[in-house]
């Protein structure tokens, strides 16, 4: 089984500072990381994920993401944020196998102050 | 990618009504499909996997009675919310099991029993 963490509620920052969102996951097989955003009343939109590979993964939006497996980490960065970043901030993981049975994280608010 | 449509996308229903909410993968056959709930402010947890075919496998905790699940066809994954009640408000997701490695998710259902 796996479990993800997500280590702050809420996260405020202004405009054009950096960010990082913290993830921590927990599983016993090897398995995949996605982050996915969700505004307001709508679905999921994915960010990035790792499969395999370079541990630093680039996605949409200038965000970033970092593998750490002795950490058992996956944090998602972005260099300098807008006020459009604004949203919900999901971590997930799934096994290699099967078809993408996700367990997500708490979440992570990412509020964007001008 | 495969493309997901729900349907509706917000219901408001009386208490004590059931409710369908309507899971289509429009572009990909999908033997596999996902239901998540979403309450406000929190998580998205995984409900049930639903198998083209056969019946539903349920997660701990869920009701399997009162939260019907049809997967008649490769393309059409229904829920069905039976004797709503005010608890039973929230946000619905599908989302479509692949074995790629992404999963693609609807645009979710706001349901709200008054």
Redesign the interface.
């Known amino acids: 089984a796996q479990s993800v963490t997500q280590l702050d509620s809420q996260v405020p920052v202004f405009e054009e500072a950096p960010v990082e969102l913290r993830c921590n996951y927990s599983s016993s097989v090897s398995v995949y990381l996605f982050w996915y955003v969700q505004y307001p009343n709508q679905g999921l939109q994915l960010l990035l994920k790792y499969l395999s590979g370079s541990t630093l993964v680039k996605g949409i939006n200038g965000f970033e993401a970092e593998f750490n497996k002795s950490q058992t980490s996956f944090h998602l960065r972005k260099p300098s944020v807008h006020i459009s970043d604004t949203a919900e901030y999901f971590c997930a993981v799934s096994g290699t196998g099967g078809y993408n049975k996700l367990i997500f994280g708490a979440g992570t608010r990412l509020a964007v102050h001008p | 990618g495969a493309v997901v449509s729900?349907h509706p996308s917000w219901v408001i229903c009386k208490s004590g009504t059931s409710v369908k909410i309507e899971c289509r993968s429009l572009d990909f056959q999908a033997?596999?499909m996902?239901w998540?709930r979403q309450f406000p402010?929190?998580?998205?947890?995984?409900m049930a996997?639903s198998n083209e075919g056969s019946k539903a496998t349920y997660e701990q905790g869920v009701e399997k009675d009162k939260f019907l699940i049809n997967h008649a066809s490769l393309t059409l994954s229904t829920l069905t919310v039976t004797s709503a009640h005010p608890e039973d408000s929230s946000?619905y997701?599908c989302?479509v099991?692949?074995?790629?490695?992404?999963?693609f998710?609807?645009?979710?259902t706001?349901l709200t029993v008054v």
């Open positions: 729900q033997t596999t996902f998540y402010k929190q998580s998205l947890m995984l996997t946000f997701i989302s099991g692949t074995l790629n490695t992404e999963a998710f609807g645009q979710g706001r």
